[in-house]
């Protein structure tokens, strides 16, 4: 997890190219302890992926709040992705953008990191994986390379957010972490019927997040940003109803958590294509870099789902399974 974070959240995306791969050990600390870090309070708390969910969009924010300053900055990088139609003057912040740092991270640099690994690891899929030692070890690690990206970004773009727009986030931000530890309380009543099919799951993720990433890097005119907007949102809904009815219905389980990454994973390889790096540079480069990434990606789904494919169940004596535990699997 702590490289394959990195991988998916910027290699994957076709933010970073093959040449750039020493990059990658220097996110890894942000990014693979960013998801160590909240797998493990996840579930060493009970709260499952409802917990999971909420914590890995507080590190959204985090990253591209306080860490890289991208949220209010209109020149990160060089290019203005502040000042479209969903541009909000008494913020200094675009919904567009906002929704995007919240999508990506929270799902593809986070969610899909963790359902990954958990699909590798046949048995104790939903156990904590640290002891305190390795926790404490992890969150430093993970501070440390917010740090050192903090630093980065700031040497290269000299952008700093106002007090009042860093202080707007952290509220925020505390909300969401106040909220996925609330969250544990919350046993939802199963429901009749089977899940649907594991296919069905991935085919589902895999058109939901494809109509969101499509358009978005396919379509670039400033008038698409609220209708941007209004696909996020309608995505967002559907996948949390969605979601929500199917894991409570018996027969949920491994295979279907593999499902939904492996929808969102094969987006992030067909997006990857039509999209340009960070860094620009010659297009032969970026496509044999988005083929090679795009190559590791589908061994790597082809393992994982062989391992899912026997659910942890049958690997962990009823005895050690409470009803806490169970919950928080299934969610």
Do not use: K
Request: aromatic fraction near 10%; charged fraction near 15%; charge should be neutral.
């Amino acid at each position: 997890m702590f490289l394959l974070a990195p991988f998916v959240g910027e290699f994957l995306l076709g933010n970073l190219t093959l040449a750039e791969l020493p990059l990658g050990v220097l996110l890894a600390p942000m990014y693979g302890c960013g998801a160590l870090l909240v797998r493990e309070l996840g579930r060493r708390s009970g709260g499952g992926w409802p917990t999971m969910v909420l914590l890995a969009a507080a590190y959204a924010l985090i990253e591209e709040g306080p860490v890289d300053q991208l949220l209010w900055n209109d020149a990160y990088a060089g290019a203005d992705q502040l000042h479209g139609d969903s541009y909000l003057p008494s913020l200094g912040m675009s919904v567009e953008l906002t929704q995007s740092v919240l999508a990506l991270h929270t799902v593809w640099s986070i969610c899909v990191p963790i359902a990954l690994v958990e699909s590798l690891t046949r048995t104790r899929r939903s156990d904590p994986w640290l002891g305190r030692t390795g926790l404490v070890l992890v969150a430093v690690l993970y501070a440390a390379g917010a740090v050192l990206v903090f630093r980065g970004n700031y040497a290269e773009e000299h952008f700093l957010a106002s007090p009042a727009q860093l202080a707007g986030i952290i509220l925020v931000i505390g909300t969401l972490i106040v909220a996925a530890f609330a969250v544990r309380t919350v046993r939802l009543r199963p429901l009749p019927g089977r899940a649907p099919a594991a296919r069905q799951v991935g085919l589902v993720a895999l058109a939901v997040t494809s109509a969101y990433w499509g358009p978005l890097n396919l379509i670039t005119t400033d008038r698409y940003e609220w209708a941007g907007v209004a696909v996020w949102c309608l995505g967002v809904a559907a996948g949390v109803w969605s979601v929500s009815r199917w894991s409570r219905r018996p027969g949920w389980g491994a295979r279907h958590r593999f499902a939904l990454a492996a929808g969102a994973v094969l987006t992030y390889v067909w997006v990857s294509f039509p999209a340009r790096p960070e860094s620009g540079g010659p297009l032969r480069d970026d496509l044999l870099s988005n083929a090679v990434f795009a190559s590791c990606a589908c061994l790597l789904l082809l393992w994982a789902g062989r391992r899912a494919a026997v659910d942890e169940t049958e690997y962990r004596p009823a005895a050690h399974r409470s009803g806490t535990d169970r919950s928080a699997a299934s969610s």
